[in-house]
T-cell receptor, first 116, second 111 residues
Framework: EAQVTQNPRYLITVTGKKLTVTCSQN?????MSWYRQDPGLGLRQIYY???????DKGDVPEGYKVSRKEKRNFPLILESPSPNQTSLYFC???????????????FGAGSRLTVL | AQRVTQPEKLLSVFKGAPVELKCNYS??????LFWYVQYSRQRLQLLLR??SRESIKGFTADLNKGETSFHLKKPFAQEEDSAMYYC?????????????FGAGTRLAVHP
């Protein structure tokens, strides 16, 4: 089944303890992205990647890192989490914009992170 | 500034009533607009996009460049339409996704 898989789905951690949220897609998509969802703010883009070794900041990149060493994986790294990073995180991928419709996003199930 | 505004956090209607979920955008280029939907316990998924000019699950949305709006409409709401709806704008202008999302509107359809 074509999908985007995120892990962990739920995580409670403490301030300053490094964590990684993994994201993997099996659709050979070039484009991958991370969003955070907060009440009243909708989804805000954290980082995105247009292909292997090509990443760029989204609208709210502070406090996050990403890497894209392989096409299928796009982990989100919180080096020193803080309580304001408590949120619901979504990974998404698409085939890009080679033709109309290729920029439609496929989303993961979400990862709920709580930083105490 | 580039922005997507969904003015209603919650829209509550009865089954069979018409539905209009509002979306306004601010963007200087040629916009590509989408509606995404998240049903309970399901993943966020595409509902429709303006370039397709299609009707999905009875929903339609027309891009009005003069009013910078992309409202989502359905003439007769069904209980299964209850979900969270997000309007999104792609700012990429020919490149890859640079989607910005609105804050979302929760649609509740009552029997």
């Amino acid at each position: 089944e074509a999908q985007v898989t995120q892990n962990p789905r739920y995580l409670i951690t403490v301030t300053g303890k490094k964590l990684t949220v993994t994201c993997s897609q099996n659709m050979n998509h070039e484009y991958m992205s991370w969003y955070r969802q907060d009440p009243g703010l909708g989804l805000r883009q954290i980082y995105y990647s247009m292909n292997v070794e090509v990443t760029d900041k989204g609208d709210v990149p502070e406090g996050y890192k990403v890497s894209r060493k392989e096409k299928r994986n796009f982990p989100l790294i919180l080096e020193s989490p803080s309580p304001n990073q408590t949120s619901l995180y979504f990974c998404a991928s698409s085939g890009g914009k080679v033709e109309w419709g290729a920029n439609v996003l496929t989303f993961g199930a979400g990862s709920r992170l709580t930083v105490l | 500034a580039q922005r997507v505004t969904q003015p209603e956090k919650l829209l509550s209607v009865f089954k069979g009533a018409p539905v209009e979920l509002k979306c306004n955008y601010s963007y200087s280029g040629s916009p590509e607009l989408f509606w995404y939907v998240q049903y309970s316990r399901q993943r966020l998924q595409l509902l429709l996009r303006h370039i397709s000019r299609e009707s999905i699950k009875g929903f339609t949305a027309d891009l009005n460049k003069g009013e910078t709006s992309f409202h989502l409409k359905k003439p007769f709401a069904q209980e299964e339409d209850s979900a969270m709806y997000y309007c999104a704008l792609d700012r990429s202008s020919g490149g890859y996704n640079k989607l910005i999302f609105g804050a979302g509107t929760r649609l509740a359809v009552h029997p």
